[in-house]
């Protein structure tokens, strides 16, 4: 195969035209809201914004053959998955949505109207969170790849929640159901587990795993009714826990008979021959949030989520070394580094 | 080939030990400032800053075998290049430096000592430069990729210029030298031309192709004096100019004559039987400031970008149809889309 030739940045006029509509499509699709602080986007070098505040700004990135395949991924849906997860982040800090600035790797197997799907599926994120898609850059690339850096807000930085304030005695808590992505990744990728899981299960979960849903709102609600500490859980449960405790100094123990289980685990991880539970306590990418609230702010938060549409449910304690622990039903303890070895 | 699995983002312990000393690394060689707005940075899920005054935001990326070859590219000169290009869309706008967010996707053959170069090359410009690195992303990818998400601030929006001021009259102006960078791609996608331009030629041009020098200081020094429209030059100075035009409506005239020859350009030039104001007209990435000067202001903003340690060269003027044409010494003009003409 040849090599591709490397040009110096030069004017093609194809790659320029694509570049123009897909920056005009995202800035049509979610454009600043009025009265708002930014004032130049898409199409000048740099979006001018004049924040006020404080701001918590996050990268992530989606890249085809790794985090998904587009075989089973199409355009739209890498453009909504890629900003969900980029806005969990802000989510997990309790910011309220802002900005964010998306770059497009495009292999030259993707097409301009794939390229504008992406755009569809990034603006419909946008609108639905009140994000302003407020730069954009579209370059080739030999793999299919997105990365959103997002900018979020609130008045004061210690209006933010971190990662480090968890303290011994924190009841540890989960907003939504857990496993539900990695189910549904277990069926995109064996496509055979749909029929004996059942169909409505494997439809559950698969959406889990192709459109997460970044849980802002609950995300302000929990940091405004004293969260001490919180993150998403990206990485699945045990790690994700580890995190909070590795930054705080503390450790946790989380007891897996208490984790909220989403809709299409049970019949999936028998189907595929998993613990539902190792599912939810290893599995990643559900994007709910983990955080730890001082015992006399549980109730309050409790009644701040489900103020807020969701639901938020105990599922262990901070305590002890900083490590984290899970507790089986039957007393035994784990490393959460050692959930592996409840799967299969 | 076996498919690479497809994981949910399980806490695979090497790659978050890699990903670790990664955005240690980076936090190390730029922390930020005494004083700074930027309150907490690496480590957390978000970078939390209180900019205060206005801000700038642009992303840019560099992807292997589209932008660069790893195989004359080493990993440092990726970071230093990166963050670099970023940076100069900063400079086109008259911001001061502020933070950078990178991601890095990282194929398997990139080991951990590679993915630490590229840090090290990312915090010598961001040290060279004023800019804390307040953020990093890692992850897996079929091809070494890296995007920077740069913040750039100044006291007011309109502090900052924009593509959209120029004015017929005014005068259009480039700081520095132009052509060195596709003349440095020349020899290096071509290496038998070193030998014909020379050593001296080829190893000046080809610093200006894997080194650009973000041009921060003369583009404040430009906005001060009164640019009325500012761009960098990365598509090159044909293609850039026309951004300028099409976003003020208005056109240019540049006189190939007068573009200042980077070092080593005309060597290459004539060893590769280019004409080497073909270089300097339609060669991109010598990230060089383009801009458009009122004429009352031509005086005051030469003394400013000398004061700032560069130099400012008139090299056409604003005026006519919203497009850019290139005259020649004889007197023919030239659409500034047909510079192609020029080549080869």
Same mark, same amino acid.
């Given at each position: 195969?040849?090599?591709?030739?490397?040009?110096?940045?030069?004017?093609? !006029?194809?790659?320029?035209?694509?570049?123009?509509?897909?920056?005009? #499509?995202?800035?049509?699709?979610?454009?600043?809201?009025?009265?708002?602080?930014?004032?130049?986007?898409?199409?000048?070098?740099?979006?001018?914004?004049?924040?006020?505040?404080?701001?918590?700004?996050?990268?992530?990135?989606?890249?085809?053959?790794?985090?998904?395949?587009?075989?089973?991924?199409?355009?739209?849906?890498?453009?909504?998955?890629?900003?969900?997860?980029?806005?969990?982040?802000?989510?997990?800090?309790?910011?309220?949505?802002?900005?964010?600035?998306?770059?497009?790797?495009?292999?030259?197997?993707?097409?301009?109207?794939?390229?504008?799907?992406?755009?569809?599926? &990034?603006?419909? =994120?946008?609108?639905? $969170? !009140?994000?302003?898609?407020?730069?954009?850059?579209?370059?080739?690339?030999?793999?299919?790849?997105?990365?959103?850096?997002?900018?979020?807000?609130?008045?004061?930085?210690?209006?933010?929640?971190?990662?480090?304030?968890?303290?011994?005695?924190?009841?540890?808590? =989960? $907003?939504?159901?857990?496993?539900?992505?990695?189910?549904?990744?277990? =069926?995109?990728?064996?496509?055979?587990?749909?029929?004996?899981?059942?169909?409505?299960?494997?439809?559950?979960?698969?959406?889990?795993? &192709?459109?997460?849903?970044? #849980?802002?709102?609950?995300?302000?609600?929990?940091?405004?009714?004293? *969260?001490?500490?919180?993150?998403?859980?990206?990485?699945? /449960?045990?790690?994700?826990?580890?995190?909070?405790?590795?930054?705080?100094?503390?450790?946790?123990?989380?007891?897996?008979?208490?984790?909220?289980?989403?809709?299409?685990? *049970?019949?999936?991880?028998?189907?595929?021959?998993?613990?539902?539970? +190792?599912?939810?306590?290893? !599995?990643?990418?559900?994007?709910?949030?983990?955080?730890? /609230?001082?015992?006399? #702010?549980?109730?309050?938060?409790?009644?701040?989520?489900? *103020?807020? !549409?969701?639901?938020?449910?105990?599922?262990?304690?901070?305590?002890?070394?900083?490590?984290?622990?899970?507790?089986?039903?039957?007393?035994?303890?784990?490393? +959460?580094?050692?959930?592996?070895?409840?799967?299969?």
């Amino acid at each position: 195969m040849a090599e591709r030739p490397i040009e110096p940045r030069m004017g093609a !006029g194809e790659e320029f035209a694509l570049i123009g509509r897909f920056r005009d #499509r995202l800035a049509e699709l979610a454009p600043p809201p009025p009265g708002t602080a930014l004032r130049a986007g898409i199409g000048e070098d740099a979006a001018i914004a004049v924040p006020g505040g404080a701001t918590a700004t996050s990268v992530d990135a989606l890249v085809d053959g790794v985090h998904f395949r587009s075989s089973w991924c199409p355009p739209r849906a890498v453009g909504r998955k890629a900003l969900a997860a980029a806005l969990s982040d802000l989510a997990a800090v309790g910011a309220g949505p802002g900005e964010a600035y998306v770059w497009l790797g495009r292999p030259d197997s993707l097409a301009a109207e794939g390229c504008l799907e992406i755009a569809e599926g &990034l603006g419909e =994120v946008a609108a639905a $969170t !009140g994000t302003t898609l407020a730069g954009g850059d579209l370059t080739a690339s030999p793999v299919l790849a997105l990365t959103a850096t997002v900018v979020g807000h609130a008045e004061r930085p210690e209006d933010f929640v971190g990662r480090a304030g968890m303290r011994a005695g924190d009841a540890l808590c =989960v $907003t939504g159901e857990l496993g539900g992505a990695a189910a549904g990744l277990l =069926v995109l990728e064996h496509p055979e587990l749909r029929e004996q899981a059942g169909e409505r299960a494997a439809q559950a979960a698969v959406v889990r795993q &192709l459109d997460p849903v970044p #849980r802002l709102a609950l995300g302000r609600a929990l940091a405004a009714a004293g *969260a001490s500490a919180m993150i998403d859980l990206s990485d699945g /449960l045990g790690g994700d826990a580890g995190h909070l405790a590795s930054a705080s100094g503390v450790g946790a123990e989380i007891e897996l008979e208490r984790l909220p289980l989403a809709a299409g685990v *049970a019949e999936i991880a028998a189907a595929a021959g998993h613990d539902p539970r +190792a599912l939810a306590a290893s !599995g990643g990418e559900d994007y709910e949030l983990l955080c730890a /609230l001082p015992r006399p #702010r549980l109730a309050a938060a409790e009644e701040a989520v489900r *103020a807020a !549409g969701g639901t938020l449910r105990e599922v262990g304690q901070a305590g002890g070394l900083p490590e984290v622990r899970l507790r089986l039903a039957d007393g035994r303890r784990l490393p +959460a580094s050692g959930y592996d070895a409840l799967r299969g």
